[in-house]
């Protein structure tokens, strides 16, 4: 059991651009082994060859030709790896000599038509297989080696079956009257056998390594983004990742991080539980006490001293309302304040909504408007007429005098549309997406000129999307704005 647990420890201590190197090594070392097989097998076919002179001598130039394809790939293979110059010297010195050996082998071939004509079929396979290598080298120079080596390390078992083909119909005629048919068979069932070793460990290496990338780093990345998750949703996080690869040391990052989050967020709610009890409580005594003294409770007061006692009782309300906004929207994006939801009628919420804010209207002679629609939404009432009150204040507060705020209801296949309407100042195209934050203000003296805390309209933005909905607005700067909240059906 200890013994498994210290193998697991192992296997994750390596750096991932360790673990890069071992992908490509294994690959090498399978298709190293192959080219000595094949070249062994070639080297034997040559050996058997000897028995004429122009047979030991075509078959001599076949050998150096493979020769040359070999060393000039493992040249490049060690240069895409290594990068030393010596390397690529070897490769273009191998490369070049290829097309050299080709020439002696058409002069030793002139006369015999048949293998002539093989040569030709030899030099075509061994050129596509030159080819692919001088492509590879483009791209290890162009900086994508491991792709290119990767590539170049498996090259097409296809390709080495034509030159292999090519090779054997080519010393199937220098020794068509000399060599036995077993023996003939035999050379044949070890080059298959090498190809086919070949191919089978091509297969089990690409799902070795498929296993590999899928257990050991796809799935410790599936537990970083699972992470992710689980603190937006404020739950547990998996277990710490075992190892010291990046991986490893960047999950630890982010434990620290939820650590911290954590932290800060117990230190919001103790900050927000302060402002509950040892602020709003105290400021609404107050309050109280201001009015009551306003209107002689405590004796009689000059008119200053009312006037005085009014501003005080009006900025105190001013910081109950934002205590009591700040406390809803926490609550709101905490996840704390739950609503139930039922089928209301959108009538009855608008006429709520107006009542509310018809005093506020009437000091500015302006007229609201709100035809019946009929329409039903599933919804928490008391909260979509706050959300109602605050677009409805806030068009009131920046419409002019003797002008007109409409509240329209559409039924959509997504579900019920309100839009308030107001023939205010409009907001800039560049204030759109700002609006819905915290403390904005489309413009700088609004606070002090309108009032307001600057957190209305990212309440309504938690009340409609804690109902499932969504919130938007339209405006032309100096033409109005419509504000509209989109509600599920019930």
């Not at 190293?32 to 062994?40: D, H, R, S, T």
């Not at 078992?157 to 036995?180: C, D, G, M, P, W």
């Not at 309050?287 to 306003?294: N, R």
């Not at 329209?408 to 819905?436: M, N, S, Y």
């Amino acid at each position: 059991m200890i013994g498994g647990f210290e193998a697991k420890r192992l296997r994750f201590d390596l750096k991932l651009s360790q673990k890069g190197l071992i992908l490509v090594a294994i690959p090498l070392l399978f298709q190293i082994i192959f080219f000595v097989v094949l070249a062994g097998l070639i080297s034997s076919a040559e050996h058997e060859e000897m028995i004429a002179k122009r047979g030991e001598r075509i078959t001599a130039r076949i050998g150096n030709v493979s020769k040359h394809l070999i060393e000039s790939e493992m040249a490049l293979i060690g240069y895409g790896c290594r990068r030393i110059e010596p390397l690529r010297q070897a490769y273009e010195a191998n490369d070049a000599q290829i097309p050299l050996v080709f020439e002696d082998l058409k002069k030793l071939t002139k006369d015999v038509p048949e293998t002539a004509i093989s040569i030709t079929s030899l030099e075509v396979a061994v050129n596509r297989l030159r080819a692919n290598m001088r492509l590879s080298l483009g791209s290890i120079e162009g900086g994508n080696w491991m792709p290119a080596v990767v590539r170049l390390a498996g090259q097409s078992t296809n390709s080495y079956f034509s030159v292999k083909h090519e090779i054997e119909a080519i010393t199937k005629q220098i020794r068509k009257s000399l060599i036995t048919d077993g023996q003939e068979q035999r050379n044949r069932q070890r080059i298959w056998a090498a190809l086919i070793v070949m191919l089978v460990s091509n297969i089990a290496i690409t799902v070795l390594m498929s296993l590999y990338f899928s257990k050991n780093i796809s799935g410790r990345l599936k537990v970083l983004s699972e992470n992710t998750i689980r603190v937006r949703d404020r739950k547990q996080l998996n277990p710490p990742l075992v190892g010291s690869d990046e991986i490893a040391e960047l999950d630890q990052t982010f434990h620290s991080m939820s650590a911290a989050l954590t932290k800060a967020e117990q230190t919001k709610a103790e900050f927000i539980s302060m402002i509950s009890h040892d602020l709003r409580s105290p400021l609404t005594s107050l309050q109280f006490t201001f009015a009551l003294a306003e209107k002689g409770a405590f004796g009689e007061i000059n008119e200053k001293g009312k006037e005085r006692f009014s501003k005080a009782e009006f900025t105190v309300e001013r910081l109950v309302k934002l205590i009591n906004e700040l406390l809803d929207i926490e609550k709101m994006e905490a996840g704390m304040l739950n609503m139930v939801l039922s089928a209301e009628s959108l009538d009855a919420i608008v006429r709520r909504g107006l009542d509310s804010v018809s005093g506020l209207a009437d000091k500015k002679s302006i007229e609201l408007d709100a035809p019946p629609s009929g329409l039903s939404v599933n919804a928490e009432a008391e909260r979509i007429v706050q959300v109602l009150v605050n677009l409805l204040s806030n068009a009131i507060k920046f419409s002019p005098e003797n002008s007109k705020i409409v509240v329209a209801a559409a039924d959509l296949p997504t579900g019920v549309k309100v839009t308030v309407c107001d023939q205010g100042r409009g907001i800039p195209k560049d204030k759109l997406k700002e609006v819905f934050d915290r403390f904005a203000q489309v413009e700088r003296d609004d606070a002090t000129t309108h009032g307001g805390t600057g957190l209305g309209l990212a309440i309504c933005k938690a009340i409609v999307e804690g109902h499932g909905g969504i919130i938007g607005v339209d405006s032309d700067e100096g033409a109005g704005s419509r504000f509209w909240f989109i509600l599920p059906k019930p």
